[in-house]
């Protein structure tokens, strides 16, 4: 789940000005305008490089990251079926976050790099999961809305160039096609249940809204667009096309719960693209920067992990083992 | 810390640390193990992904729960990837030629014209004697 | 069949199941490695899943309430489960030391119920002995890794062990009618299950460079609803949203 989402830093950086080799550049270009993967070993310029180690790693941060708001109510689900469910979803993102540091790994940043970026602030993950899980309905709510918005992040990157990154997205976009009929059965249990779980959901949806606008990034006349990264395809749709096509699927499908967003102004326009209030881009800033509600948290269990099991670690593994990078 | 609105996270005490970063030992995730699944008795072993860990007992405990939780699966194999060997991309020139080697090909072997034109031949030679 | 002796022997084996499957989910999010959370996270799935089946059974065959009502909503003293998987850690190798001693004692007592003249039971058995299986060979590879690999993992995981073996005595505490169950042939009563499972855990206890201590005092209470001071927390949390709203389905 929690496919990524939008993570600035990516578009709008100056590009890398070294010179490629031309020839070689043409034939890496060429192949992908073929549809042709490109595979770990291929040659690759090193832009490409750096922007899909950067893209995936982040990624793979929002994965175990993401993990956290949702494990929050793992011993309070109501119920077997809630409970092995959420247990099982939570595992999937955990199992994501390996999935992708796997496929960031083949392009050469070992797993360990990209943790230690995390932990200090260097690396991002996507923005939505330093809001808090307040309540049981906050579960509903990303299980259903966050894991949609992420899924039309993962369905687009899906096809794009690079083979592990592609290969890792196809068993991820599938497993979320289970945790999308969970989370919206969970939705849907709150919405059609007593009084107090439709106020109780109603409020969620009310907290998590602005996040979810977010999650696509800003619109794109904000942005740098960048064209080569399109041509690459390593970014494969635009912000707005995204938020519209989520927008699009999803508005319906909870208002005809009799449930709605705190917008008066979210309207589908006769050109099929949706209108909204201004979402505050600067809160936005302000908590990928690291002041949201949870950021230090999120960190703090991350070193935790770290920290208090350095002991099994080091028992387990040998600094000196033979190694080389994962092949695919 | 604030108390975390995790219980479990709560719990663990966590003593909130602003100085720096924990440093991460090498390898201290460990090296790869290539996984292959196999999804029926009679079916080949197929590559699944990937999994880090200390040793081959570990790789499999690992890679039973990674890559074979949902889809049906009677065995696994485990390779450490350090013991795998491949051919280089930049050389797959080698393998283009492959599809035109009809010689190999049970569609390169067409004979039913050949016996049509033979039939043919003997009924009319029939035809000429009689 | 005695009605009475089975039940009690599912109950317990339900409770166990539940409470120590909640305790193994604690860590899913946060274990100490990628791959090996995602594996406990599948044990503690199993053992949930163990739980639910136990609980659908005793509601067929002897008119419970339902799994949910069963699982969330009783009272402290009536959950039989065991101390052992009552108690919260943080530390891992109590974690997986307790993992150690309550899944070999489970795949003990499931080996033995696929023969249990009580059918349902036998059954359900036979499926969960398989899961089982893959659970202790989980922690037998990691006991035998962390047992023998440095000092530091060595002494951790000896406390642990020190620390949880009078509570694994526990599980084996008699219930209120081992002798009809062994009469009856349901089940072979807890201190033949006992004496398999120490064949069982010593060699495994050795080749892992660890020693059982020489006490043998159990420590019990569990199987008769007296339990440690953690359940309460335990099942108070466990139910909170339950709680919040007794009249809503979820």
Known sequence: MYGGGYIPGQENEKPDQFQEDPIKLKEF???????????????????????????????????????????????????????????????????????LYNAAETLGKSREEMMADLLSGKSKYSNVFNYPAKTWADVAVIGFLIDAAAIVNQVANSK???????????????????????????????????????????????????????????????????????????????????RNQF???????????????????????????????????????????????????RLAVRKWVETEHRWIREALFNPNAKYTLPLS | MEKSLDPRIARLNIQRNEEGTPPIGKHEYGVSYEVFVQSKRGKQHVHAGTVHASDPSMALIFAKEQFGRRQHCVNMWVVATTEIFSFQYADSDMFETVPEKIHREPGGYKVRDKIDAYRKKIAQQKTDKS | MNKEAAKELMLKMADDALIYGHRLSEWTGIGPILEEDIAFSSISQDKVGHAWQLYQLLEVDFGTPNPDQMGFERKE???????????????????????????????IRYSLLRASSYEALAQLAKKVRGEIKYHVLHADTWIKKLGTATEESHSRMQAALNE???????????????????????????????????????????????????????????????????????????????RSDPEASW
């Open chain 1, 29 to 99: 270009e060429d192949r992908i305008t073929r549809g042709e993967k490109i595979e770990p070993h291929d040659w690759m310029p090193r832009e490409y490089r750096k922007q899909l180690i950067r893209m995936i790693e982040q990624h793979a941060h929002s994965e175990i990251i993401g993990a956290l708001p949702e494990g929050t109510w793992i011993t309070r689900a109501p119920g077997f079926r809630r409970k092995m469910a959420l247990i099982a979803k939570v595992q999937d993102e955990v199992g994501h976050g390996q999935l």
């Open chain 1, 160 to 242: 794009g160039s690079y083979g592990p990154y592609c290969r890792a997205l196809e068993r991820i976009c599938y497993e979320e096609s289970f945790h999308l009929k969970q989370g919206h059965d969970a939705f849907v249990a709150l919405a059609t249940g007593t009084q107090k779980q439709r106020a109780m959901l109603q409020d969620a949806v009310n907290r998590w809204y602005r996040p979810i606008i977010h999650f696509f990034g800003p619109p794109d006349v904000a942005s740098v667009h960048s064209d080569k990264l399109m041509r690459w395809k390593v970014k494969m749709m635009s912000n707005d096309a995204m």
């Open chain 1, 247 to 297: 927008l699009s699927s999803y508005v319906p499908k909870v208002r005809e719960l009799g449930i709605d967003f705190p917008d008066p102004n979210l309207r589908k326009n006769a050109d099929g693209t949706w209108s909204f209030s201004d979402p505050d881009w600067d809160e936005f800033k302000r908590v990928i920067k690291g002041d949201g509600p949870c950021n230090k948290e």
């Open chain 3, 77 to 107: 003293n009536e959950y039989k489960c065991s101390r052992l998987n009552e108690f919260y850690t943080r530390d891992y190798a109590f974690a997986l030391i307790r993992h150690f001693f309550m899944d070999h004692a489970e795949f």
């Open chain 3, 164 to 242: 949880a073996f009078p509570y694994a005595l526990g599980i084996f505490e008699p219930g209120p009618f081992e002798q009809e169950l062994i009469d009856s042939g349901i089940f072979i009563g807890e201190e033949q299950l006992r004496a398999e499972w120490l064949d069982e855990i010593r060699p495994l206890i050795e080749e892992s460079g660890l020693q059982l201590p020489s006490t043998t005092n159990a420590e019990m209470g569990g199987r008769s609803g007296y339990h440690s001071d953690d359940l309460a927390p335990l099942l108070e949390e466990m139910s909170e949203v339950v």
